[in-house]
């Protein structure tokens, strides 16, 4: 099992390989009582780039055997959230993003935006 850093290092190389749009880290550790480790958080242009997205993700943590406890949303594709026990992965359409302001509601965390290599 692979440690938590560089689950989150995965996660976001796996977003980047796929365009994905204003990937941000959020560090949870500090905060008493939470439930996860890590958020990393990203938005996609379609219904079908958001899919691909967590696709991606799923595909480059099968390669190091992380399996996501549980995954919804990908009837819809509005919202995805990949749980991978330490590190939860949300992956928005650009509205929903905006509209629940995940980076805001988690500001006590440490957050890092992934600079754009596209």
């Known amino acids: 099992m692979a440690k938590t850093p560089a689950i989150v290092n995965k996660i976001v190389e796996a ?3 796929n365009k994905g749009l204003r990937i941000v ?3 949870l550790r500090k905060i008493e009582n939470c439930f996860c480790s890590f958020f990393v958080i990203c938005h996609g242009t379609s219904n079908t780039h958001v899919a691909s997205l967590a696709d991606s ?5 099968d390669g190091i055997k992380e399996k996501p406890i549980h995954v919804e949303g990908k ?3 509005q919202w995805i959230i990949l749980d991978y026990g ?3 992965v949300h992956v ?3 509205e929903q993003r905006d509209y629940y302001q995940l980076e805001d509601f988690w ?3 440490i957050k890092r935006e992934i600079e754009s290599i596209h």
């Open 107 to 109: 500001g006590d965390g």
């Open 75 to 77: 009837d819809t594709a």
């Open 86 to 88: 330490n590190v939860v």
């Open 25 to 27: 880290t959020i560090d």
């Open 57 to 61: 993700v799923e595909e480059k943590l």
């Open 15 to 17: 977003l980047e390989d």
């Open 92 to 94: 928005f359409q650009k």
